[in-house]
């Protein structure tokens, strides 16, 4: 089946510090990679995705994830943490066996620590 | 810049009673998506549409309903609310292809049926 996960429920970081929020992924086919962010009584918003091409993916906000086949990963992660970065991040992923919906993660809280 | 409006922020409801949920978008979008989101499970699909008048189950349909007579809008109905509805309920929109394309996600709607 299908499937993404988080392992981690929660990470804290320091201010400052770089931040990985972990995500890996178990599809058939190409995968499609998602991540979204949702701050404080705040709908999701769209952080930045992988469909094809590099494996260094941009976003928003500073955000950069790491497309790993290999390892089957596809990690979030920021050089330097602002603690307006604290907020639930969501990891998401294509399925094609299910008329290519998207399915989410359980979500990953980040505390960075003043 | 896209927007999803949702109906309410907050909304209590009493059990047996049939809920309305709006949700607009302004971006003329074909895809529409209702997700609710609860603590531990991350979001969950109930109903999606890719066109007017088309409504298609998610993973946990059951206890409601949807309804898409303009492009711009979908409504997620709750027939006869129950507690174990109380719950985040959010919109969402996307253009073209479900598979790839960024999905615009609503403020959310925070539903207590008592």
């Known amino acids: 089946a299908q499937s993404v996960a988080q392992p981690e429920d929660q990470v804290n970081v320091a201010e400052g510090n770089p931040l990985t929020v972990k995500c890996t992924y178990s599809?058939?086919?190409?995968?499609?990679l998602f991540w979204y962010v949702q701050y404080p009584n705040r709908g999701l918003q769209f952080l930045l995705k992988?469909?094809?091409?590099?494996?260094l993916v941009k976003g928003s906000y500073g955000f950069e994830a790491e497309f790993n086949k290999s390892q089957t990963s596809f990690h979030l992660k920021k050089p330097s943490a602002l603690v307006s970065d604290s907020a639930l991040y969501f990891c998401?992923?294509?399925?094609?066996?299910?008329?290519?919906?998207?399915?989410f993660g359980k979500g990953t809280r980040l505390h960075i620590l003043p | 810049d896209v927007k999803v409006t949702q109906s309410s922020r907050y909304l209590v409801k009493r059990t047996g009673e049939k809920v309305f949920l709006e949700c607009v978008q302004d971006?003329?979008?074909?895809?529409m998506f209702w997700y609710r989101q609860d603590p531990g499970l991350g979001l969950r699909l109930i109903y999606f549409s890719y066109d007017v008048k088309m409504k298609e189950k998610g993973d946990i349909p059951e206890g409601y309903s949807v309804s898409r007579e303009k492009k711009e809008r979908f409504s997620l109905i709750l027939e006869s609310a129950s507690t174990n509805q109380t719950s985040m309920y959010l919109c969402?929109?996307?253009?073209?292809?479900?598979?790839?394309?960024?999905?615009?996600f609503g403020p959310g709607t925070r539903l207590t049926v008592l």
């Open positions: 971006m003329d979008h074909e895809n």
């Open positions: 998401a992923v294509r399925d094609m066996n299910r008329d290519d919906k998207i399915i």
């Open positions: 969402a929109s996307s253009a073209g292809e479900p598979s790839t394309d960024t999905q615009y």
């Open positions: 599809v058939s086919g190409n995968p499609y």
């Open positions: 992988y469909i094809t091409g590099d494996n």
